[in-house]
């Protein structure tokens, strides 16, 4: 019986992570309503990617920041992944 269980909870973890490399959402993305509830984690700890809020002051200045600035303040929500290569590809130059 044991032995079911593991062969059971392999071949889920094999297809959960199949559908992660097929559609580059992790599975309870799919489920309505967990997806909702999920959204009120930190991003980073569900998939390796981080958050970060881009909005500027009263100055016209940009900031980045990994928390929620105050009331008011329009922020856009940008997603970083850890996953992406981030090194430039051969014949490629860094400016």
């Known amino acids: 019986m044991f032995k079911w269980l593991v062969v059971a909870l392999v071949v889920l973890c094999l297809a959960g992570y199949g559908v992660y490399l097929y559609t580059g959402k992790v599975p309870w993305e799919f489920v309505p309503g967990v997806s909702d509830r999920l ?56 400016r």
């Open 39 to 94: 959204n009120e984690l930190p991003l980073n700890e569900l998939t390796g990617q981080d958050r970060v809020y881009k909005w500027r002051d009263a100055h016209g200045e940009w900031h980045y920041t990994s928390e929620l600035p105050g009331e008011g303040v329009e922020a856009e929500v940008i997603t970083l992944d850890k996953n992406t290569n981030v090194l430039p590809g051969a014949g490629e130059t860094n």
